[in-house]
């Protein structure tokens, strides 16, 4: 069966730290690959997405994730976080020829000042 | 440009009560999405329409729920009657077309007492 799984669901860091969430899917064939965020309080929001091309994303406020397809992972990445970092992320795929989105579980991001 | 409307923002009733959610997505977005997002897990796609056609729902618990977009604009998800485990957040998203990237409203909080 398809799905997406994060690996951290709870993570917490300084301010400047650097950050790397992890996002494994199990998909056979070609897949779109989304990070999406979840501020405090607000709506979920697309951070940075995958559909072809170079496998080095970026995205808004200076997130960016790698696509490995050997690995089937597409891990997000900040090298240095900070205090408005803290929501949560999730990643999300979908077949290329399909249009039902898959979630992760999320991470939960805290960055202590 | 205005974002994904959804009302009420939060709903309490009681089990074997009705509840209905209410969509109004970007202008001009064609398809339209509603989730289930339970507290700790990702969010868990129900019901997928493009205009007013249901594309996808084999997720949705039919015997309880139903969804209907009518003019191919709006949409309402309705609960009938209302189980304890119906406690989550649903969420509506909207995409231009099929395949493209969906973008979220702020959801409803329903709890079930």
């Known amino acids: 069966a398809q799905s997406v799984s994060q690996h951290n669901h709870h993570v917490i860091l300084s301010e400047a730290a650097s950050l790397e969430l992890g996002c494994n899917y199990s998909?056979?064939?070609?897949?779109?690959l989304f990070w999406y965020v979840q501020y405090p309080g607000q709506h979920l929001q697309l951070l940075l997405k995958y559909f072809s091309g170079d496998p080095l994303v970026k995205g808004i406020k200076g997130f960016e994730a790698e696509f490995i397809k050997s690995k089937f992972s597409f891990n997000l990445r900040k090298p240095s976080v900070q205090w408005s970092d803290t929501a949560e992320y999730f990643c999300?795929?979908?077949?290329?020829?399909?249009?039902?989105?898959?979630f992760g579980k999320g991470t939960s991001l805290l960055v202590t000042p | 440009e205005a974002g994904v409307a959804q009302s009420p923002r939060y709903k309490i009733i009681e089990k074997r009560q009705s509840v209905a959610f209410w969509c109004n997505p970007i202008s001009g977005h064609a398809t339209l999405y509603w989730y289930q997002q339970i507290l700790g897990q990702g969010p868990k796609l129900l019901i997928q329409?493009?205009?007013?056609?249901?594309?996808?729902d084999s997720q949705l618990p039919k015997d309880r729920f139903s969804a209907e977009r009518l003019k191919g604009v709006d949409s309402t998800l309705k609960i009938q009657p209302a189980k304890l485990e119906d406690s989550a957040v649903y969420l509506c998203?909207?995409?231009?077309?099929?395949?493209?990237?969906?973008?979220f409203g702020p959801g409803t909080r329903l709890t079930v007492l």
């Open positions: 329409f493009q205009n007013n056609g249901v594309v996808d």
């Open positions: 998909y056979g064939g070609t897949v779109n």
């Open positions: 998203a909207s995409s231009l077309a099929l395949a493209d990237t969906q973008y």
């Open positions: 999300a795929a979908k077949l290329d020829s399909g249009y039902a989105l898959n």
